[in-house]
T-cell receptor, first 115, second 109 residues
């Protein structure tokens, strides 16, 4: 079965540094998402992306965050100046369905640790 | 605000049936999904209800009542491997799906 792949699986960074998390969505999917999950807590929506632009974003997704689809396969999340509270598991997801996007396919995540 | 409420924890024995409830209050509603997440893993899709009624997929069933803003996930013939967290999620329209806090299911032998 096709899958969403994310790299790296773990990222350790110093506070204030920039990080880029990378994702390769399922090839024929058109809708892309970033979620994050702090250990033991719920999966929080960050942003959705369609047709090369942000479709929706949450209050968490402030000016420190940006997303990009630099080519036909990759989808990236950049955090410009990381804070301690950005430490979390970041999941990329993709979907092939527009209406209701009822089935999200998640990658295995990038565990970001900000020191 | 938007909220999804589900129990934090449920314990059941192997072979039993367990029901995990979810009530939601959201600004929009396209459908209710359920995801399973094992420790250290990614959420994986289980089911989706856009219309009222019951959807069955093997040992798992999901129910939705839009008028009550309520749904549940029913797991039958529980197995040890079903021990995981289960999240209900609402597609609020457009391109946004929000998740509940999750229910941790413990299956005992």
């Amino acid at each position: 079965e096709p899958e969403v792949t994310q790299t790296p699986s773990h990222q350790v960074t110093q506070m204030g540094q920039e990080v880029i998390l990378r994702c390769v969505p399922i090839s024929n999917h058109l809708y892309f998402y970033w979620y994050r999950q702090i250990l033991g807590q719920k999966v929080e929506f960050l942003v959705s992306f369609y047709n090369n632009e942000i479709s929706e974003k949450s209050e968490i997704f402030d000016d420190q965050f940006s997303v990009e689809r630099p080519d036909g396969s990759n989808f990236t999340l950049k955090i410009r100046s990381t804070k301690l509270e950005d430490s979390a598991m970041y999941f990329c997801a993709s979907s092939g369905a527009r209406q209701g996007n009822e089935k999200l396919f998640f990658g295995s995540g990038t565990q970001l640790s900000v020191l | 605000g938007q909220s999804l409420e589900q129990p934090s924890e449920v314990t059941a024995v192997e072979g039993a049936i367990v029901q995990i409830n979810c009530t939601y209050q959201t600004s929009g509603f396209y459908g209710l999904s359920w995801y399973q997440q094992h420790d250290g893993g990614a959420p994986t899709f289980l089911s989706y209800n856009a219309l009222d009624g019951l959807e069955e997929t093997g040992r798992f069933s999901s129910f939705l009542s839009r008028s009550d803003s309520y749904g549940y996930l029913l797991l039958q013939e529980l197995q040890m491997k079903d021990s995981a967290s289960y999240f209900c999620a609402v597609n609020t329209g457009g391109f946004k799906t929000i998740f509940g806090a999750g229910t941790r299911l413990f299956v005992k032998a």
